[in-house]
């Protein structure tokens, strides 16, 4: 017979205690936005763990090409995409779309989440990266695309704020890498913004 005896100083104990309460006391701010989407962009929330969302997006046209594209929906283009919550941090997507017969994944973590309490943080940041290859076979005569000129990667940075239950806010600074022959530059910079507004409620 066998058996191991482990002696913790108070001092020790009581400051693991208090980490431990200071975990609990720790409030992380939810449904910033309704959705892991703004628009055609994408928002600082997550699908939860576990959970598979099939999507399907449409880009239409200019409202001003008038009746005869009927204000844009003649041009639509159609997006299906497969997205999975893989933790609370992490989820990510693959999908396909009808502009250049392009395909894409994508993975977006979550940094750091805003929070109150005793470890209060006022902002919640993600970071957000994707990858696409066009399939477009080129038109008679033409020169085909290499592998690396049908593909293009972006980067964001998604920072947001819940300013209160009817206002959210979001910034995203953007890189994007397209290797396409006869555009300059390769390397585009942007930013964006987005929100959320509560007109009504349910």
Not at 36 to 49: D, K, L
Not at 53 to 74: C, K, P, Q, T, V
Not at 76 to 105: C, P, Q
Request: hydrophobic letters at 40%; a positive charge; one cysteine or more.
């Amino acid at each position: 017979m066998s058996w191991t005896s482990v002696i913790y100083p108070q001092n020790d104990i009581n400051d693991l205690l208090d980490k431990l309460s200071d975990l609990t006391d720790i409030d992380f701010t939810t449904a910033t936005f309704k959705s892991t989407r703004i628009m055609n962009g994408h928002s600082v929330e997550r699908m939860a763990p576990g959970v598979l969302d099939f999507r399907i997006s449409h880009r239409f046209g200019r409202i001003n090409s008038g009746a005869y594209e009927f204000f844009g929906l003649d041009q639509a283009n159609i997006h299906l995409s497969l997205e999975y919550g893989i933790s609370k941090w992490l989820m990510v997507g693959i999908g396909r779309g009808t502009y250049e017969k392009t395909f894409d994944g994508f993975a977006k973590f979550t940094v750091v989440r805003q929070s109150t309490g005793k470890k209060s943080f006022p902002l919640s940041v993600s970071l957000f990266s994707s990858a696409a290859y066009r399939t477009l076979k080129p038109a008679p005569l033409e020169e085909d695309y290499t592998f690396s000129e049908r593909t293009s990667c972006a980067g964001q940075l998604l920072v947001a704020r819940k300013m209160n239950q009817n206002l959210s806010l979001q910034l995203m600074p953007s890189v994007i890498s397209r290797n396409v022959p006869g555009t300059e530059p390769d390397i585009l910079w942007a930013a964006g913004a987005g929100g959320r507004i509560k007109l009504a409620r349910r």
